[in-house]
């Protein structure tokens, strides 16, 4: 269909949401990307990883009480961490003068993130194994660290 006629029938909304569509897709500001990194890091690295592996270590269930396919979680666990090298290319590039308290913190985060990813991925992930010795606490530390900084970026 016509451009034009797009207009005509839905009031200029077509133009509109093609115009907006294109600026968000190009103008992808630290501060939106930033806040991306860090929904990735509380999300998929966190919430659906490492925090439910740390429960099921401790007691055979998810961090919700409830039961957890820990290959599942693995799975996904891997998936998420695909995406890591690209957030650390990406905060790397970024002015050292104007963020670096986020690169700092990040490199922090992103290397207790490889410790404990490369410990599930060198021992079996067993229910209700204490002698584990998964310790999340840094990674918790810097994880909130690393959102308050992005929270001041303008």
Known sequence: MEKRLKDAITGGAASFSEEINKNNISNDTPKSKLTEIDNYIIGDIWNRG?????????????????SLDIDFTLLQLDNAYKRKKDYDQYIEGLNPNEFSNIKSIWSMLSTETDILYNKIKGKKVVPNDSSYGFDTGKFSQYMTAFGDAVNEVK
């Open 50 to 66: 490492f925090c439910d592996i740390s429960h099921y270590l401790s007691d055979g269930k998810g961090s919700t009480g409830e």
